[in-house]
């Protein structure tokens, strides 16, 4: 039966440390050079209805590097632009391709394409998630921790698709996720419902305030978005006041542990959710963060995509 990630809870724990695992393997093999035709004969549609710079460019040379190919569709080329409905679309990519990248405003019609679709659904970005994000930066994170599980993660900022996905990653991680929004703000209920039931099985402690200082003191992890995510440009001046204190500088960096990793998912918009210092300081990762797109993206396509994967990585 065909796999989608079109959410991160589609993914078993055991999944995920696959994926963990698999991330590392990859990003050593690519540091020596090492190419693969794990995929070969294989063709990736990529289908971007909002601005992306490292999701589009890390899955198109990813699958290069898996030895697949990548076809690149502009939504404003293809018929769903003169109405052909989403459903009709997702039959006839399954004839030519062998998965599908989308990043796309609605969840719903996202689901509804994975629906109707026989390849798998790769969410690229909507509103509501960014699941190869998430698992980026759960791995970026085990590159640095030894443990997962006993590290205090802040997240500082908006309760948007990063923020809820990172805490259904967060929640099936068994990790320590303290998030802290403006009021009215906060991520969707379902979501923190969610997470909170899966939490009591995995043991992730996973809590929401509006105070940055609490979520930053002594955090090993601080991690933040944009204040205004694509498509909510109309609400970028409201936003800016309502988000003023959330900016990561070096104030608040002081509050966390010395040690602690600077996490951004970028685009960042330097002086509003995090400072320029703090974005270029010492204990920023976030190109390393950038750069495990690619390794991760990897990871997900072969596990998606190859029968027999986990004869070659175990
Ligand atoms: N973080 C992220 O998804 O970046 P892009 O919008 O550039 O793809
Ligand atoms: N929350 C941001 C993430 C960009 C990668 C947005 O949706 O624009």
């Known amino acids: 039966m065909k796999k989608d990630l079109l959410r991160v809870t589609d993914l078993s724990r055991e999944d995920l440390d696959w994926i963990l695992r698999t991330t590392k393997v990859l990003k050593e093999e690519n540091k020596k050079g090492q190419l693969h035709r794990h995929l070969d004969g294989k063709s990736l549609g990529m289908l971007f209805q909002k601005s992306s710079t490292r999701t589009r460019i890390s899955f198109e040379v990813g699958m290069y590097q898996l030895g697949g190919n990548s076809v690149m569709m502009s939504a404003d080329q293809l018929q769903m632009s003169r109405g052909e409905v989403i459903e009709d ?84 991680a068994g990790m320590q996720l303290i998030m802290a929004t403006p009021e009215g703000y906060g991520p969707d209920s379902d979501v923190v419902e969610q997470s909170m039931l899966i939490a009591e099985q995995s043991g992730a402690n996973i809590e929401l305030c509006h105070s940055p200082l609490k979520a930053s003191k002594d955090a090993d992890v601080l991690y933040t978005d944009t204040w205004v995510s694509m498509g909510q440009e109309n609400e970028a001046a409201e936003k800016c006041g309502a988000f003023k204190g959330f900016c990561i500088d070096q104030e608040l960096v002081g509050t966390a542990k010395d040690s602690v990793m600077i996490m951004h998912c970028l685009p960042a918009h330097r002086g509003e959710e995090i400072s320029g210092d703090v974005l270029d300081g010492k204990n920023s990762v976030v190109w390393d963060q950038a750069e495990n797109r690619l390794h991760t993206q990897k990871a997900i396509l072969l596990l998606l995509l190859h029968d027999c994967i986990k004869e070659i990585y175990p």
Do not use: M
Not at 100 to 113: N, Y
Not at 134 to 145: A, G, M, P, Q, Y
């Open 89 to 172: 679309s997702a039959r006839i990519f399954s004839r030519y391709l062998d998965a599908l990248v989308i990043r796309t405003s609605s969840q719903t019609e996202l689901d509804k394409l994975a629906s109707k679709a026989d390849i798998p659904i790769i969410n690229a970005l909507t509103d509501k998630y960014h699941p190869c994000q998430i698992l980026t930066d759960i791995f970026t994170i085990t590159e640095r921790k030894e443990s997962l599980t006993n590290i205090k993660i802040a997240y500082i900022g908006d309760g948007n698709n990063v923020a809820h996905s990172w805490l259904l990653g967060a929640s099936i």
